[in-house]
């Protein structure tokens, strides 16, 4: 690959205010050098014999795209996603499959000094042919790969062919014949032939191998764009704002380029930058002399009360835009832009009372991190757009969410995705794609990873809101604490157990930790997720990040969540099932709406998963009547386990600051822990989300026979508000009533009020009353909380509350507005197939109280209100 070496290294110093006379004015609407998409003329077609009737024909292909879509869209294989097809399909990953086109090249192109092909993504093994010449080998799906090409191309038609490899096939020889095999998360997955996982050693996306979540689909193909790109004199092969001091006064940044000539040249380049509605600002000239290939220069910058970059809901997300144009005499040589917010960004890790802290302070501020984990939009990362990006973070955002961690056992998003964070202002905790699987240690391996490092790096440091690179995903934990890689280690010897830890070590510790204190310097990183950084084993309460999943895995109760106080809790997790519309996207007998059916267990991944909700459900709720209700309660069963545990991190700021739940979102239809399911359609969790992330909560905690209300406020300035707090029966009859006067501070948790238990329901039925928790700032509701008394099936719930509800025109949208005499848990509003957004769902009606909710629909009011379905807590129980 070209541009991975440097020639020389030239810093040039310019003083900004010194140049402006000189380049004020100079136009920067300069070509680059041109560059073509070749996604057009496709065709694929099986490799050999894979005993599947006519797939060795020739079929029309879509680039970007991978074998999985072009078999569907050429009507060769049923839907992946619908029933188990899966298991039927597993075939496809097995065989080996060719691409080509035939593209046009004219003399024009052809008269450039160069003409370079550029693959931005292939998976994962192929050979590449240009006019039957060979021209490269791949072995790294996250790779991007430039060749040279003009001396292959001529006039006319031009034909590029790609050979891809199984990566399973390819890999298994290889595999047999090492003294030992790497335990692997793919292994507890069916597919993987003679049980040998080949995952640990495919720079492959670890998730295409099946997870507790996803299906088995092992793709093959183009799946990122091809391009072809012609240049003379030199390109900007990358251009990087360094952002080494920012203040709200100053701020000390660098412009770094690395350009590669094609001879020794004198160049001019041009700076300036500008931002939102605001002039350009020129930066600096300078005339340089380049040498033939890739040269480093760069540029000091000064930026006098620079607008910054926030996270949401701590200021704006300023944005600048950085231009460099290049002139080689008076021809437009080359021009870049960059896009990048400004913000001073710490991993503050110091000493205290409960350990080590673990806290993003941004300008200054310690951020509390509210989010969710991503996983990868779909099991075919070609059908994932911009516009599913945008949905699903703005979704996070609508929920009061400023982080995501994008997990390590995908792949590394488009920009469009890291755009979409940075104008929302949502950080991103960005892991390199290691899933959870130990890493062999030899040089191709180590080296392959290191350049796929630096490109990612390269590609994605620009982006503000990218605030830590993380190593992996749960290797080191699992290496410590799985009961499998138990079992591996005292399968071989000690000396070989040494070596297998220092493969990790200079790996995570060293190759990846220097890549980014190189490229990316100051954003931090941390080795994997859950760590201390090597300091103590992961999974500590006492120092760095915790993934706690005893709720859920080992069956343990959801209030075992309040016993917990890490430091940054970046996994904990509960699964539910998707509506019932997206379930019958895959099923359609009447057999299939079982959980035991043969298509449930098919679209449920964690083994014993849908019992295991069943279980928990019967911990706590009545036994639903259908399955209908079933999956209605397992939503709401869901969004309650979860809310403890948001709830509880955040009443513990500061010793915990950060909450982050597994996961937002899903890549096909299916029982998961996803809080949006694959169609974009919110989970109960998804709108309790909204609440318990809100900027202010008010959080009662009942233990040991007291009842203490926390309110928390991430707000940056002071609050004055009033607790209102009201003891009522189901019929809405008033037990209690109470307001106090509370003055809270920024950035804080506290217990404002605490109860006995026993004498606050001295005349109260435990089983037939419930408190009403309103915290009130200016008048206006912002935050409100109930506390019931005893597990849900013991309570007297009204059997089938009556609820009135009015469907009415508002502006462009719709209202709908609800009141029930006697208390509504958990009001669910459904409209059958109809699409309609609901402001908010799954909340409790207090008795005699109007809730109006606005409704987003093309759908007409009639059809709304021939549709709407109004579901209560208790009519889902038999």
């Known amino acids: 690959m070209r541009g991975t070496c440097s020639r020389f290294l030239r810093c040039l110093r310019t003083t900004a205010f010194l140049l402006f006379p000189a380049i004020v004015g100079l136009p920067l609407e300069a070509a680059e050098p041109s560059s073509r998409n070749l996604d057009s003329g496709w065709q694929f077609r099986a490799i050999g014999n894979p005993d599947k009737p006519g797939m060795t024909e020739w079929r029309p292909a879509q680039v970007p795209g991978v074998v999985h879509t072009d078999l569907l869209r050429n009507g060769l294989i049923p839907d992946p996603f619908d029933r188990d097809n899966e298991f039927r399909l597993q075939w496809i990953g097995q065989t080996d499959w060719e691409y080509q086109t035939v593209f046009q090249v004219d003399s024009a192109a052809l008269g450039h000094d160069h003409a ?43 034909t590029l062919r790609i050979a891809f490899h199984s990566a399973v096939e390819k890999m298994v020889p290889y595999v047999k014949s090492l003294p030992y095999v790497l335990p692997s998360i793919s292994t507890n997955n069916f597919g993987n032939e003679d049980n040998i996982a080949t995952a640990p050693y495919t720079r492959k996306a670890p998730y295409q191998y099946g997870w507790d979540w996803g299906p088995r689909f092992l793709t093959e193909g183009i799946w990122r764009p091809i391009r072809l790109e012609t240049w003379d004199a030199l390109r900007i092969e990358n251009f990087h704002i360094h952002q080494q001091k920012i203040t709200a006064d100053i701020a000390s940044i660098t412009a770094e380029f ?45 930026i006098s009360t620079p607008k910054l970059w926030y996270p949401v809901g701590y200021g704006p997300q300023n944005r600048y835009r950085f231009s460099a144009l290049i002139r080689v005499g008076r021809e437009v040589a080359a021009r870049a832009e960059v896009r990048t917010g400004l913000r001073s960004l710490e991993l503050r890790r110091v000493s205290d009372q409960w350990g080590k802290s673990f806290e993003f302070v941004l300008n200054g501020i310690p951020v509390f991190a509210k989010g969710a984990d991503v996983i990868p939009f779909d099991s075919f990362p070609n059908r994932v757009t911009a ?47 290691f899933g959870g699987d130990m890493v062999p240690g030899d040089t191709w391996f180590q080296e392959n990873v290191r350049q796929e490092a630096i490109e990612q790096i390269k590609r994605l440091r620009d982006h503000p809101s990218i605030v830590i690179w993380c190593g992996n995903n749960e290797v080191e934990t699992g290496w410590h604490h799985w009961r499998e890689r138990q079992d591996f280690k005292e399968s071989i010897s000690a000396e070989t157990r040494d070596r297998v830890w220092q493969d990790y070590v200079i790996l995570f510790a060293d190759i990846l930790k220097s890549a980014v204190n190189q490229y990316t310097d100051p954003v931090p990183y941390w080795p994997s997720s859950p760590s201390a950084n090597f300091e103590e084993i992961p999974d500590s309460p006492d120092n760095g990040d915790m993934h706690y999943w005893a709720v859920w895995h080992q069956q343990a109760p959801a209030s075992d969540y309040t016993l917990q106080f890490p430091r940054f809790m970046s996994e904990f997790g509960f699964q539910s099932f998707p509506e019932m519309r997206t379930i019958r996207t895959f099923a359609n007998q009447p057999a299939d709406f079982d959980i035991r059916s043969t298509v449930m267990q098919a679209h449920q991944k964690n083994k014993g998963g849908n019992e295991r909700i069943l279980t928990y459900m019967l911990r706590e709720y009545r036994q639903p009547k259908d399955f209908a209700s079933f999956v209605y309660l397992s939503q709401v069963q869901q969004a309650e386990i979860i809310k403890i545990g948001a709830e509880h991190l955040r009443r513990q700021r500061p010793r915990t600051m950060g909450s982050l739940y597994w996961q937002l979102n899903d890549c096909w239809p299916v029982a998961s822990w996803a809080s949006i399911d694959y169609y974009g359609r919110w989970k109960a969790l998804h709108y309790y989300a909204r609440r318990f992330y809100d900027d202010v909560l008010i959080s009662p905690l009942l233990h040991d026979d007291m009842l203490e209300i926390y309110v928390v406020s991430d707000k940056l300035e002071p609050l004055s508000g009033t ?83 009015t469907l009415s025109k508002a502006g462009e949208g719709y209202t709908v507005t609800l009141k029930s005499p006697q208390l509504a848990r958990s009001v669910y509003l459904s409209f059958g197939d109809l699409d309609v957004h609901t402001a908010d769902n799954y909340f409790d009606l207090i008795p005699g109280e109007l809730v109006t909710v606005a409704l987003k629909s093309v759908a007409s009011l009639d059809q709304l209100k021939s549709a709407l379905k109004i579901t209560s807590l208790t009519e889902a129980f038999r």
């Open 116 to 158: 370079d092909l550029v693959f931005d993504g292939l998976d994962t093994f192929a050979d590449l042919y240009l006019n039957d010449q060979a021209i490269l080998n791949t072995d790294n799906m996250f790779r991007r790969w430039r060749v040279p090409a003009k001396a292959l191309l001529k006039p006319g038609a031009n």
């Open 258 to 302: 690395e350009i590669e000539a094609s001879r020794p040249t004198t160049a001019t380049i041009i700076l300036a930058h500008d931002e939102t509605s605001a002039p350009r600002t020129a930066d600096g000239t300078q005339t340089l002399q380049l040498d033939a290939g890739i040269n480093h220069v760069s540029f000091s910058i000064r």
């Open 387 to 433: 516009d599913v990006h945008r949905k699903t973070l703005e979704a996070a955002r609508d929920a009061h969410m400023n982080m995501v961690r994008e997990w390590g056992g995908g792949y590394y998003e488009s920009d469009d995705f890291f755009d979409i964070c940075d104008e929302l202002g949502i950080m991103v905790w960005q892991e390199f794609m």
């Open 723 to 805: 607790i209102h707090t009201r003891l009522l029966d189901f019929s809405g009859n008033n037990l209690l009533d109470q307001t106090k006067v509370v003055q809270i501070p920024a950035q804080s948790s506290a217990i404002y009020l605490s109860f006995n238990t026993a004498e606050l329901l001295r005349k109260a039925d435990p089983d037939g009353s419930f408190l009403v928790l309103d915290l009130e700032v200016g008048g206006k509701r912002v935050s409100r909380n109930l506390q019931f008394f005893d597990v849900t099936h013991n309570l007297e719930l009204p059997v089938a509350p009556n609820i009135e509800a």
